[in-house]
């Protein structure tokens, strides 16, 4: 059974930085595309950052320049480096694996921006 486990969430201030990691039970090389999405209080989820087994990548346009998604195939780890975090940041990220037409969704991890 595919697990998604993401940890790294927290409180930081704005401006600060954060790093995101999604460990999978498996190979990550098994998954078609891997990401990020969020989903702040009373707002619908939405796609942050997405990466291919081919290493291409993806981005919503709100955090272009700050994010960055990578992969670390041996260690079936997919990260998300988020650097000058703004207060509208503040949402709940679940990482995302799509293996043979199937979405798989970790647990989530609180991600909080504020003085």
């Known amino acids: 059974q595919v697990q998604l486990a993401e940890s790294g969430g927290g409180l930081v201030q704005p401006g600060g930085s954060l790093r995101l990691s999604c460990a999978a039970s498996?190979?990550?090389?098994?998954?078609?595309?891997m990401g990020w999405f969020r989903q702040a209080p009373g707002k619908q989820r939405e796609l942050v950052a997405t990466i291919t087994r081919r290493i291409r990548t993806n981005y919503a346009d709100s955090v272009k320049g700050r994010f960055t998604i990578s992969r670390d195939n041996a260690k079936n780890t997919v990260y998300l480096q988020m650097n000058s975090l703004k207060p509208e940041d503040t949402a709940v990220y679940c990482c995302?694996?799509?293996?043979?037409?199937?979405?798989?969704w970790g647990q989530g991890t609180q991600v909080t921006v504020s003085s």
């Open positions: 498996g190979s990550i090389l098994s998954f078609d595309a």
């Open positions: 995302n694996g799509v293996l043979d037409g199937t979405d798989y």
